[in-house]
């Protein structure tokens, strides 16, 4: 019974990341390790056995002990890849910000000078274009 | 765009200092010498856009926060952007002396970046307990770097030549203490050259700084990790432009 719950969940695991990555919601880059995850996961359901031999071939003493470890291992690996992406992220985000606001400082000054040469040329109306200094 | 008209740009870099840029923008502008001066708005949420803009500064309005180092670099890119011969960043607070300025600037002479630092021997300032430590401590450190005697590496008062914005602009970060310790050391790192000159600070006009030891201890910590990553980043890879 236990056996079919794990199995069950592995293969829930994995088609939620497909299904994820068909639907574009899920990027390659994010995918890779939870696909890794999920089908050691699949594996290990599948043939308990094979827990049984990893454990006693590495000297663990209780295969429980394995699978906390690797999970440890796998779970610090996306933790870490996340912050770095954030990281990324955070710096692109700067840049655009720093880009936006020198886009609307220099298109305040050009909507002030257009002001002025339309005034110039139209004297009879007041602010032809609608385009005010913000 | 246009092309610089004076050739010096004035960085006043505010956050939430509604009540000090109007004052400080005017009595930069009271300056004989007309320097253009542009204020980057680090997303505040008073009033500081429009008192900069009514005392009749340029203002480079950030959509969010992003620090002192998010805020110089954008002034930076704008100086680099409107082809300005030089930048000059000068706090909002009101603690640094436009006065000054002009003295600050002639520093270029002789090097790319030029600190206004508080206390060689001018005016009256004094930090006591772990946050002195780690002023002296980043103080040696990077005198030793720069090579040339350096007492106050965390002044918020300093100019840039063309070389300095160039470079700033490829790399100013905006960690804690990245925008004055970690830029310089990145600096010094490409080659550029560093000098010091001694000015008078002035208490703030709104505000002062915590001087609680925990958060001097902080304080301390920081510096110290801030810097060991600078200097052994710089040591690994030259991110600098050339020469």
């Known amino acids: 019974m236990i056996v079919v ?70 779970l610090v690996g996306v933790a870490l890849h996340l912050s770095w992406e954030l990281s990324r992220a955070e710096e692109e985000i700067r840049r655009l910000a720093e880009e936006t606001a020198i886009n609307r400082a220099d298109i305040d000054v050009l909507a002030r000078r257009l002001d002025a040469t339309e005034r110039a040329h139209k004297p009879r109306d007041a602010n032809p274009s609608g385009t005010a200094e913000s | 765009m246009s092309a610089a008209r004076s050739s010096t740009l004035v960085i006043v870099p505010a956050w939430n200092e509604g009540e000090s840029v109007g004052p400080t923008v005017r009595e930069i502008r009271a300056q004989p010498e007309g320097w253009d001066i542009l204020v980057v708005d680090d997303g505040s949420s008073d009033d500081t856009p429009e008192q900069a803009r009514v005392a009749g500064a340029t203002v480079l309005s950030l959509p969010f926060n992003l620090g002192v180092g998010g805020a110089m670099r954008a ?3 704008y100086a680099q952007r409107h082809g300005y011969a030089r930048a000059i960043q000068v706090d909002a607070d009101g603690q640094h002396n436009p006065r000054d300025i002009a003295v600050v600037l002639d520093g270029l002479e ?78 010094l790192h490409a080659g550029l050259t560093v000098v010091q000159v ?33 200097i052994t980043r710089g040591a690994a890879s030259k991110t600098g432009v050339r020469a």
Do not use: C
């Not at chain 2, 070389?163 to 310790?181: H, S």
């Not at chain 2, 008078?200 to 700084?209: E, I």
């Open chain 2, 75 to 77: 002034g930076f890119l």
């Open chain 1, 5 to 74: 719950a794990g199995i069950a969940f592995a293969v829930l695991v994995l088609a939620i990341i497909v299904v994820m990555l068909l639907r574009r919601q899920l990027r390659e880059k994010y995918a890779t390790l939870w696909l890794l995850i999920g089908l050691a996961l699949l594996i290990i359901s599948v043939f308990p056995g094979l827990l049984l031999q990893l454990t006693h071939l590495l000297g663990v003493e209780v295969p429980a002990n394995l699978i906390f470890a690797l999970s440890l291992v796998l």
């Open chain 2, 110 to 187: 002789v090097a790319d970046i030029s600190i206004g630092a508080r206390f060689a021997e001018v005016g009256d300032y004094s930090a006591r307990g772990p946050r002195r430590w780690a002023m002296r401590m980043l103080a040696t450190v990077l005198s030793r770097i720069a090579g040339t005697r350096l007492t106050d590496v965390t002044s918020g008062f300093r100019a840039a030549n063309v070389r300095a914005i160039d470079q700033y602009v490829l790399y100013y970060p905006a960690e804690y203490l990245g925008d004055t310790v970690d830029s310089l050391v990145n600096a």
């Open chain 2, 198 to 230: 001694p000015v008078a600070m002035r208490p703030r006009a709104a505000g002062r700084p915590s001087q609680n030891p925990l958060g001097a201890a902080v304080y301390l910590l920081r510096s110290v990790f801030a810097l060991s990553l600078a």
